[in-house]
Structures are given as structure tokens and as C-alpha cells.
């Protein structure tokens, strides 16, 4: 078994990573921290609590974390996610209650108290993790490995060269890749490649299981709004999206990684929160004219078998995948 825990900004596909961690067998989700994002930190608090609702959930606690990023102000996606953040389903609110500690008191608590190291999974803006580990950096001595969905080694969503998620806190995303836990960048090179058919997407949608119903109902609003992204690999597929980073904490073998030099880029301009990842074996003329190497420090998802997740995927929440 897994323990993890994630920080959310739930939000579509962040809600199909919560479905799929609560069903899959061999994950113990702890806990969830919520952030702003997607959409405001509040929203994002009663998104989680409805999802956890669907896929019968027992008693995970869930808490309120930072409604802003770090310098930034906060910039939603609800062009992107609906006006509520979830794709305006139209679900009724969660009667369940959110932890009263704040989200960083919640991760500190249940990264040190629990009997082995945790795996963080981060699906979000960095907020709330960059102030955990400058509040707490002893947490970093309990974490096996921090799993962030963020990042790109290439093109970008936000903008041209920036992934949303780093876009959003670029100097929170600078504090979690320069920590001194493992941390494994899941970035937009693998994040459209977790991909379900029309045919898994129907099939979820026709359930008579809530947790299965309403990850259809999400993919078939992924395929709507995202559907004709050339990155992603299917006609009519839909993106796992934030789903895909935990199906790689359940799966690493659907994964090909390389440990890489990376920097997040803070300065105003274009460019500001692109993470600018080093694929060189050799050293080029800044070097020779005295620019720095940047250190290597964070393994880099390239490639991934994104139809082995979406099977994955499908078969979790259909309950057709038996114990680990
Ligand atoms: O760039 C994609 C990421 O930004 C996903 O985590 C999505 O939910 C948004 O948070
Ligand atoms: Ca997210």
C-alpha cells in the first residue's frame, strides 16, 4: 500500500485524480489541502468534498489552504472548468465538514504522524507546499517523494512556454523543485498522453456507480473543451489529466523518466514561469563563458504509456480492479 496525500484545485481533472485515488487499491489517501487555482479556494474546498461524496469516501480530512498565490494575484481557469470550478454538474453540497486546521498544519500533522513515508502529489499552484516546507522543512525527512503535476520540458498551457500550475506561483514551483525531497516533475510532456476513449468515457457515464457517473460526466466535459489539443493522441479522447500523475504513484512502470537539471524562471516577461529543463550531455558556449550548470535535481516525466492509465483509469472506477 501507498500513502498519499494531495493538494488540490479541484477543478476537473484534479477531480478525477480524488476519484481515482479514494478507489484504487493499493492507495491510502491520507488527506487532501486544498489551494486557489482553478477556482477560488472556497470553491475548491466544496468541489473536493462533493467528490469525495461520490466516490465513498470514509472520513479524509480535507482543509482550506492559501486563497492566493505567493506574490501573484490569483488568476482562475474557470474558462476552462466552469463557472464552479467542476463543470457545473449542478451537484449538491457535501454535508461533510472540512478540517478546521489550515491546509498546512493538516499536511505537517499527517506527513509526520504517519507510520511510513508519504507520497505528496501536488495538482496544483505549489502555494500551500512551499509554505509547508518554509514553515516546516522537517516534513521533507518523511516524504518518499513529492509527485508534481506541473511543469513543462516543452510547450506550455498558460502560456506559450508555462504550464498553468507553475504559471500561477512561479516562486512557489522554484521552492518545491529546489527541495531536498525526491520530486518528480509530471509536466504537459506526459500530461495530454493519459488519454480515455469515447467509448471508457461512455461507459463511465452510463454507471450506475456515482464515483464512475460523475468521472464520465468530467471526461466528456475534458473531450468538449480540450478535445481537439493536437497533444492529445485519440479523436474524441479525453486528457486524465491530474488522474494521470496518481495513476503514475499507483503504476510508475507507465512512466519514463531522466533525472534533469531544471530552473523555474521568475523574471517579468514571456517567459516567466517556464521551467527551462536542461536535455543537453554537454555543456554548450554559456558554459564555456562562465554561466553556471544548473543542478540536476528532478526526475522528468518524457514519456508515458497514456493508454495503459486511461485502461487503468477506467477499470479503478468501474471496480473491476481487485486488491493489491
Ligand atoms: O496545467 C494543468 C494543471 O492546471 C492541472 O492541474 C489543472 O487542474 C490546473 O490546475
Ligand atoms: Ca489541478
Redesign the pocket.
Known sequence: MTDILLD????V??AL?VLFAVRHPGLTLRGVSCVA??TDVDQVVRNTLKVLDAAGAGAVPVARGASRPLLEPHRDAVHVHGRDGMADLGLPASVREPAPEHAIELLRRLILTNPTPVTLIS??PMTNLALLLRAYPEVTTKLARIMV?GGSASVGNASAVAE??VWHDPEAAAIVFGCDAPVTMYGLDVFYGATASPAQTAELAASTDPGAAMAGRLLHHAARISGDDHRIGQPGGAHL??AGAVCAVAEPAGLRTRRLPLQVELASGLARGQTIVDRRSLAGDAEYHGSALLAERVEVALEIDGDRYGRLFTEVLLGRVGAA
Open positions: 488540490v484545485d479541484t477543478g481533472d484534479d485524480a487555482g482553478n495538482l496544483a503535476m498553468f500550475n489529466g491530474d
